[in-house]
């Protein structure tokens, strides 16, 4: 997708996940918000309940309160 926002010129491109050359890709004025694939999902669990309740209100529905992320981030702090 990043080619075609680059070809008509969006002003943003906001995506989970890019390769480090994409970035390179770039060097036209668009703003890049790599939000992360976990952060960029972590809300999807409670829409899709909205949705479904919505739509089936009769169903039962189970919500899981597993929560994983794989990545682990080191914040360096300064002095």
């Known amino acids: 997708l990043l080619p075609q926002a680059l070809r008509s010129k969006a002003d943003a491109f906001i995506t989970g996940e890019m390769k480090y050359h994409d970035y390179f890709k770039c060097e036209t004025n668009i703003l890049l918000a790599e939000i992360g694939h976990y952060e960029s999902e972590q809300y999807t669990k ?34």
């Open 46 to 79: 409670e829409v899709l309940h909205f949705v479904i309740s919505d739509t089936f209100p009769h169903s039962r529905i189970h919500i899981s309160k597993i929560n994983t992320n794989p990545i682990k981030y080191f914040l360096l702090r300064q002095k």
